[in-house]
């Protein structure tokens, strides 16, 4: 097991601190998004820390995650460092993927994340398809492809599963019902009261879990990674949790009204943690508000770091869109204006 | 390897389905990570009978039959590329592209960019193109322009057996995503083909398959034999020289400047749709870098903007053939 092991004191110790970071690292990504420091879009995951880290705990280092759109929270439950995560959001070189993928495509294939994914429903393919690797190989590692309500929706997720049922692949499809699909309600969107049900389709486990209780997505996502290492193929576990903030930052949030917000916040789950590692006797009030005081300043750093960090060069435009560069892109890159931008001038 | 070693290397005669089947079979293999996916590529042996033979010599975890689930395979091949092997697709038409073409576009080809580089992608996919079996509009498009022009991809489209199993060879040891695009009316056709199991074909260089002195015909896939052929009917009357470009992405275009550099008249033969298409990418870097060499306009034939019709009087009408290739290069010589 991981240093996310729930069953030892410093695992949860650890998990806590993973939920606070993702916390913290989205609401400084939401305000300094709101400021205009960071580009583009950002989608933030408060609220449903518990879906990612409690999934994380069950997993080992070397397991793969493929995420969504709202992933910054898996790249920190896998162990990502938000220096660079915010780096990449500023779209800076440093950046996990030299700023070339921003807040919707942070990767770090070495450490397992296969990436955020800006289509919906893209993510269980590529689990599939690293467990693919896993089984070919006789590797002992899963692949867990997150999604959201919305996604159950979209065919490739149904291909993706199909396949990696049929073929028994150590895959693990974990649905973070959020109940809301952008701005559509779950109801509106599915026929059914638990997406989980849709496991039956495939004759396999699937499972509907608190996903505002970490203990509770990680004893699922244990029990589904057992079965992927025994050779009995994917789990669908699903997660009923809920975004405090909107589908995007600077949604309005026309769908929904404050006591419901509200309703699911009594249900925290980072509150209800730390209330029980507080009853446990593992943890103090104290202790709590020093662990945040100290995550403040580490996303804090990682603005600073973000800030301070270069941009690319213009010409990191024309690399990496191959391993073997095509002739057709090194000509791109040699006419290059060092102001950014090839066009205009002489092209091909 | 350049096109003078191929001539030197040790050669068999085969059919293009052989020399396919002969570098699969060559790379499986030697990479123990190289494997082939698809639709019935297995015990059935390939809708075209490409892969017949290889599930009994190598097994079905290395032969995989898969659902009839084109998104899901095609997504899955590159969820496996960026995590370690080395899959080939055989996506049974290229018309089914359409059907997985989120994971094409959306995640094959911009891993690798958006991750900064940090994602391989050593993922193969072989498809059938082409009209001239009455396969009617859903089974017999010529797509490769949309790979081609995609950025992220990079296409390969074999006119000769030889050239088929290099190519094939090239893609399945690149690290980048390549697709193979098998023209299905030129797989019975025979050719000399190097036997060494280290020939491949350099995906981006070009072949001339003729040389000439008057008109140059790039013709790509079926038509460089119809463009043979022609060229042999009108020796002494017209010296026409056949290039084969082989890559379309990335494109040769030294070898094909400096043939119409001594030509001076250029003959563009695809069978994909004329419009917007491969046909306009060859001749607008032709007219950048060989614009004062040109003794005449441009000719291209191809598929005049419709899809491939069933009726085989209709078909016929449309398929770009050989005497499209003559008229045209009658036109500007």
Known sequence: MTELDLDSADGRQEALRRMVTIRAFDQEAGNRFADGEIPGFVHLYIGEEAVGVGTCAALESDDYIASTHRGHGHCIAKGLDPKYMMAELYGKAEGYCNGKGGSMHIADVDAGMLGANGIVGAGPPMATGAALSIDYQDRDEVAVGFLGDGAVAQGQVHEAINLASTWDLPAIFVVENNHYGEGTPVEKQHNLDNLSDTAQAYDIPGVTVDGMDITAVAEAVAEARDRARAGDGPTMVEAQTYRYRGHYEGDEEPYRDDDEIERWKEQDPIESFKDRLIERGELTQEEFDDLESEIESTIDDAIEYAQAADYPEPSAAYEDMFVDQPPELQHFANVARTDGGANGGDHR | ?333
């Open chain 2, 1 to 333: 390897m350049t096109a003078q070693a191929e001539l030197e290397l040790e050669t068999e005669t085969m059919t293009v389905r052989e020399a396919i089947r002969q570098g699969l079979r060559e790379e499986l293999e030697r990479d123990e990570d190289v494997y082939l996916m698809g639709e019935d590529v297995g015990l059935f042996g390939g809708v075209l009978e490409v892969t017949g033979g290889l599930y009994e010599e190598f097994g079905g975890e290395r032969v995989r039959d898969t659902p009839i689930s084109e998104a899901g395979f095609m997504g899955a091949a590159t969820g496996a590329a960026a995590t370690g092997t080395r899959p080939v697709v055989e996506l049974m038409f290229s018309d089914f592209m359409g059907v997985s073409m989120e994971q094409i576009m959306n995640q094959m080809a911009k891993m690798h960019y958006m991750f900064g580089g940090k994602a391989e992608l050593p993922v193969t996919v072989r498809t059938t193109e082409g009209g001239g079996m009455g396969a009617a509009s859903q089974h017999s498009g010529t797509v490769h322009t949309w790979i081609a022009h995609f950025p992220g991809l990079k296409a390969v489209a074999p006119g000769t057996a030889a050239s088929a199993k290099g190519l094939t060879k090239a893609a399945i040891r690149s690290d980048d995503p390549v697709f193979v695009f098998e023209n299905k009316m030129i797989y019975e056709q025979s050719g000399q083909v190097p036997t060494d199991e280290d020939f491949t074909v350099p995906i981006g260089k070009a072949a001339v398959e003729r040389e000439g002195e008057d008109v140059t015909v790039v013709a790509t896939q079926r038509l460089v034999g119809e463009s043979l052929g022609v060229a042999d009917s009108l020796e002494g009357d017209v010296s026409v020289e056949v290039i084969d470009p082989r890559s379309l992405y990335p494109l040769d275009t030294d070898t094909i400047v400096e043939s119409v550099e001594k030509t001076g008249r250029l003959v563009v033969a695809d069978e994909s749709p004329l419009s917007y298409g491969t046909h306009a990418e060859i001749i607008a870097r032709v007219q950048e870098e060989a614009f004062f060499s040109l003794d005449a306009p441009i000719m291209r034939v191809g598929t005049p903007d419709t899809h491939m019709p069933f009726s085989p009087p209709l078909e016929q009408e449309v398929l770009p053939g050989d005497d499209d290739v003559k008229a045209a290069i009658q036109r500007i010589s």
